[in-house]
C-alpha cells in the first residue's frame, strides 16, 4: 500500500474542521439526522455513526486522546 504524509499543520487543521463538524452535527440531531438520511437515502447511516466516523479519523490523525471515540456521550 502507499504512503502518504501530511504537513502538520494541515494534519492540525483538519483535526479541527472533524471537530466542528462534530460538534455541529451534535447542535440539532433531529434535523440534521433528517437531512442526513434523506441525503443518503438510507435510514442506516444515522448521527450515531458519521461523529463515531469523525472521531475515528480525527484520532488517526492524532488529533485527539480518543475520548470521545472509547467514552462517547449518551445520545
Known sequence: MPTT???TG???ELTE???FLADWLASD???LGTALTRH???PA???THLPTDLHRF???LRGNNGEQLFNPEPP
Open 40 to 42: 443518503t437515502g438510507s
Open 45 to 47: 447511516y444515522t448521527l
Open 29 to 31: 440531531p433531529h434535523h
Open 10 to 12: 494541515d494534519a492540525a
Open 17 to 19: 474542521l472533524l471537530h
Open 58 to 60: 480525527a484520532f488517526l
Open 5 to 7: 504524509s501530511l504537513d
